[in-house]
């Protein structure tokens, strides 16, 4: 089955009790399928919403990529610990993982950090 944002956000603030439970059970279950797409919206609903520090964002994450089923997990691991440690918006640490493709952005972090982790790895 899917989880729309609303199933991870609530197995992680767990502020009401019955949907809490829900969302523990299709987590636990091992069925519970995860796009991206909603982990994106659950980092800024928990960050911008909630007001959860992305440092705590970022590990409730990575330790629920371990009972959800998702189609990239080591792509998704690598973009909450870059989130955890780096200024870029997650969506960012998504593309920054992209070591095959080209980038295209304005976005000055973005260029900055893509070309330092080149640089880093011409070394």
Do not use: H, W
């Not at 800024?44 to 990529?65: C, N, Q």
């Not at 959800?68 to 997650?90: C, G, H, P, W």
């Not at 980038?103 to 070309?115: E, G, Q, V």
């Amino acid at each position: 089955m899917f989880a729309d944002a609303n199933i991870p956000i609530r197995y992680v603030i767990n502020n009401d009790e019955i949907m809490a439970a829900k969302a523990d059970e299709a987590v636990n279950s091992g069925l519970l399928f995860v796009l991206p797409e909603v982990f994106a919206e659950v980092v800024y609903v928990l960050t911008k919403v909630y007001g959860i520090e992305r440092f705590d964002v970022a590990d409730s994450m990575i330790e629920l990529l371990d009972f959800v089923s998702i189609t990239a997990t080591e792509i998704m691991k690598t973009a909450f610990q870059n989130y955890r440690e780096i200024n870029l918006d997650f969506v960012d640490c998504i593309l920054a993982i992209s070591d095959n493709q080209q980038i295209l952005s304005f976005d000055k972090k973005l260029n900055n950090f893509i070309a330092r982790k080149k640089a880093e790895n011409t070394l």
